[in-house]
Nanobody
């Protein structure tokens, strides 16, 4: 089955940097958009950044200029470079992707989530 597995979270001080990685595995014919979301305690899950297969990106307003999303299509991976981290960036970060399994046709596109990785920024 298709899985998204995140890594790279942890504890960092204010102003520090972290790089998150996410690997897609399983029966995959194609991957369209890949994205990172985050959810802080008591808050709704929000989009952090999204990247299309061709590399077009968009970012949430709160991370513009500090975070960079990138992807490696050959290895089915997406990354999130996070710089100048702030306490308000503390959250569980989730990888998300639109994936087409083999032999399903256009109707087979599904949206998948990873299990999440904790990022904690201490002041």
């Amino acid at each position: 089955q298709v899985q998204l597995v995140e890594s790279g979270g942890g504890l960092v001080q204010v102003g520090g940097s972290l790089r998150l990685s996410c690997t897609a595995s399983g029966p995959i014919a194609a991957i369209n958009n890949m994205a990172w979301y985050r959810q802080a305690p008591g808050k709704q899950r929000q989009l952090v950044a999204r990247i299309s297969h061709s590399g077009t990106t968009n970012y949430g307003d709160s991370v513009k200029g500090r975070f960079t999303i990138s992807r490696d299509n050959a290895n089915q991976m997406v990354y999130l470079q996070m710089n100048s981290l702030k306490p308000e960036d503390t959250a569980v970060y989730y990888c998300n992707a639109d994936i087409l399994p083999p032999n399903t046709g256009a109707a087979g596109w599904n949206n998948y989530w990873g299990q999440g990785t904790q990022v904690t920024v201490s002041s």
